[in-house]
């Protein structure tokens, strides 16, 4: 290229100097000669560049492209994931515990009450008439009793028509207690804080105990529970925290710790049941919304870790990758047999088989067999 650009300057410099010597004709027929010597000296070089490039084609033919990944210590960390159950930690199907006629209910579904609100009346003119007799009944047996303890405190009568008259007494107060309890009874009251979910029964309809009046439910404390495989049960602790999303709700992230981890294995399905409690201030969780759950079973801070999609295994089952080997300036892929332990994602981390600084073969490892040429990118 220096010497084509010597010919242009010299072309210039000879039409400066001879121009006033030379006619045009003349100096038309040495550009001519100039311009025939650039193009062969422009074949020239087109020749050697073509003569180069084969050369570095003819050097890597039948080399494999592929891409690596130097071996370093890096953190690894094991998950499990599982699918749980939102429960309300406080609900109940509250029934009458008397029979009677439905006198009142004071709630609709979606009411929120609170601890002792009334919630609904059963009739009680029956059971307030027969205390009114109880009690005429009482203030007569009130009456034969004090004249006889009278009258076996003078010494006078007999000893079994003051016991009769004592057992009288007490047996028809015992009888006033039992409808006093009853008569409150029929006032059912809401046992907890928490929102009326469903009311099954109407005024005027016959209420009795075991019969479901009104679904009561408290959504301010809820558990997420799941079943975990026993295989588990040693990596897990109560305490350990757990991760929680909510398809549903797919903005809302939870991290809260276990609380409860059962005691007996389900023989049906070998699984055991853990409980991990959450405060839903906002209110925004109910029951029975799924939880994916996820804990950490494992967690090492230095460790080799390789993506999964590259370890292969043989006919008997053992794992093998392929590093990068070079020999006289000739990259070669070379089958390594290693050991794995879990793996999570894409990630799987190798017990033996590596050592730092290996370069592991990532990119086109499909391609190569051991001893292969390879070239990276």
Known sequence: MNKLLLILFSIIGLSACNNSDQDQDS????????????????????????LLSDSNATATEGR??????????????HYLDVTGNVEAVTEAFIS???????????????????????????????TQNTINEVKTQLALAQTVYDKQKELWDQKIGSEIQYL????????????LITL??????????????????????????????GRQLIHLVNIKNLLVTADLSESYLPSIHPGDMATIKFSTFPDLLLSEPIKVIGSVINPN?????????????????????????RLIDQHIDS?????????????????????????NDV??????????????????????????NDQLIVGGYNLVKNGSKLRTK
């Open 64 to 77: 494999i492209l592929v891409g690596t990944q130097t071996i370093v210590h890096e953190p690894f960390t």
């Open 96 to 126: 009458p515990e008397i029979n009677g006629l439905i006198k009142s209910v004071n709630v609709k579904d979606g009411d929120y009450v609170t601890t002792g609100h009334i919630i609904a009346i059963i009739e009680t003119d029956i």
């Open 180 to 209: 006093d309890t009853q008569l409150k009874m029929a006032t059912i009251r809401a046992p907890f804080d928490g929102v009326v979910e469903t009311v099954f029964q109407k005024n005027g309809e016959i209420g009795s105990p």
């Open 331 to 356: 990259l070669f892929a070379k089958k390594q047999y290693i050991k794995t332990g879990k793996s999570y994602g894409n990630q799987t981390m190798v017990i033996e088989g590596l050592k730092k």
């Open 269 to 293: 399905n070998r699984t055991i049941k853990i409980q991990i409690p959450i405060d839903n201030k906002t209110n925004e969780l109910i029951p029975n919304v799924i939880a994916n759950i």
């Open 164 to 175: 009769q008259a004592k057992a009288n007494k007490e047996s028809i107060e015992k009888k």
């Open 303 to 327: 460790a080799f870790v390789i993506p999964s999609i590259v370890v292969k295994n043989d006919a008997l089952g053992n794992s093998y990758i392929y590093l990068i080997s070079e020999e």
């Open 27 to 50: 100096i038309k027929a040495e550009i001519n000669t100039y311009r025939v010597e650039i193009v062969e000296l422009e074949n020239k070089i087109h020749t050697l560049e073509k």
